[in-house]
């Protein structure tokens, strides 16, 4: 058992999107078999009543409360620094204070960095050995971004990608060990940043198969159609609505593939299910659209859907929201570039669209034929169970941690 330094971007719970997920998840590994000291940021009002969850699982927590207006504006002292937005977005001299005294009063053995923007801590303890879970290649996504929106915002994301990709790079030939989600990511951060390659591995996402499970007793929380007495299918999607690749799925698909799905199944309704959905996301509501925001628990929803929908355009890793209704039996059509990372096998465990009209056939064909969306659901439930258990990925960062305190020893 040693004493670690855990830098988490936002408060590891609840376990409610895509990062919180993974990053509660390897902090309960690492408290099973270290003393985590963890410093992390609140950016959501509504994390503020788990934080005494989280504390429960440390040694010592220190919480930044950040707010997101001061904190862009904080950001932007990155273009005179001739640095990534992103490391004055969560610069908080507070926290960097505690790491200092933290380093003076206990013999850390190690620091966990999630998040690349949370290196600039890590870099606090000199000497100290360190292990990076970058998750996904940010600076890639950021590219992404740029291709996707008009100038100026184009330039100021190509921007933040080129200063991302310098600062990921020098925090990777920094630290001990990179992890990123899947092998496609590692893969292209080696091609992106050769002068770390030798020191980067994969390190997959998991789904806790226990949760996200089907029960019969589970109501459904969809309620009657519009039109009574019509089959009345419900399609799913999952997410946090203020994040704008899940801004742009759910818009792309109320524009593009739902009115070829109404003229095939009049009462059909869509569900946008997440957290904090911006005004965009809110003013797709209508009859056949609804809107939920923040719901106590997500199963019900994925249980009782007839088709989970993930069309997310601009995608990095691995999706959790795929694993989980995978793991709650139900079947799910995804854009390609969410399916290949999962590595299911297309057509009977998962089922992949590129365009509009792929989303269409794939959705309509599943609501034609329930025993074989039944099947589709059933067999990706049983491969998430064999092939992505939490511990089993995780257990990869272990030895690294293991070598890690032999050399600090």
């Known amino acids: ?41 609140v950016d959501d009002p509504e994390d503020e009543a788990y934080v005494e969850t989280v504390r429960s699982l440390c040694s010592e927590l ?39 005294q933290l380093a003076k009063q206990h013999h850390i053995d190690a620091t966990v960095v999630f998040s690349s923007s949370m290196a600039q801590y890590a870099e606090l303890l000199s000497g100290t050995p360190q292990l990076v879970d970058f998750v996904d290649v940010d600076s890639a996504k950021w590219a992404q971004y740029a291709s996707a929106r008009p100038w100026p915002l184009s330039w100021l994301y190509r921007r933040e990608g080129e200063r991302l990709l310098a600062y990921e790079t020098a925090v990777a030939v920094a630290a001990e060990r990179s992890f990123f989600v899947t092998e496609n990511e590692a893969a292209l951060f080696k091609r992106l940043a050769p002068s770390a390659a030798s020191k980067v591995d994969a390190l ?9 499970s089907p029960d019969p007793a589970r109501d459904c929380p969809f309620g009657r159609s519009a039109a009574e007495g019509e089959e009345a299918p419900v399609l799913v999607f999952t997410g946090a609505m203020d994040y704008w690749p899940n801004i742009d799925a759910v818009t792309w698909f109320v524009a593009e593939v739902l009115p070829a799905l109404l003229q095939k199944w009049p009462a059909l309704r869509f569900y946008i299910v997440g957290r904090s959905p911006t005004p965009i996301v809110e003013a797709l509501a209508s009859p056949h659209v609804v809107v939920t925001g923040t719901v106590p628990d997500v ?30 039996a139900r079947p799910v059509v995804a854009s390609s570039v969410c399916v290949e990372p999962i590595g299911a096998r297309e057509g009977a465990e998962l089922l992949s669209a590129r365009e509009a009209e792929d989303f269409v056939s794939q959705i309509d064909g599943l609501l034609r034929a329930p025993e074989v969306a039944d099947a589709l659901g059933r067999a990706g439930q049983a ?3 064999q092939r992505y258990s939490w511990d089993a990925h995780l257990a990869g960062i272990d030895r690294h941690l293991d070598a890690c305190m032999l050399k600090d020893n």
């Open 1 to 41: 058992m040693g004493n670690l330094l855990y830098l988490v971007h936002r408060l590891p719970f609840p376990p409610n999107k895509g990062d919180k997920v993974r990053s509660y998840h390897l902090l309960k590994h690492l408290a099973a078999r270290h003393r985590v000291f963890l410093g992390t940021f």
């Open 62 to 100: 220190h919480v930044v409360r950040l707010e997101p207006r001061m904190a862009k504006l904080r950001s932007l002292s990155g273009l005179w620094r001739n640095e990534a937005l992103s490391l004055g977005y969560y610069r908080d001299q507070g926290l960097a204070h505690w790491c200092r």
């Open 204 to 212: 997959s996402n998991g789904v806790d198969a226990s949760f996200f």
């Open 299 to 328: 199963r019900p929803y994925l249980q009782h859907a007839g088709v989970v929908v993930a069309p997310l355009r601009v995608a990095r890793g691995i999706q959790n929201k795929i694993l989980e209704a995978m793991a709650m």
């Open 383 to 385: 491969m998430v169970q």
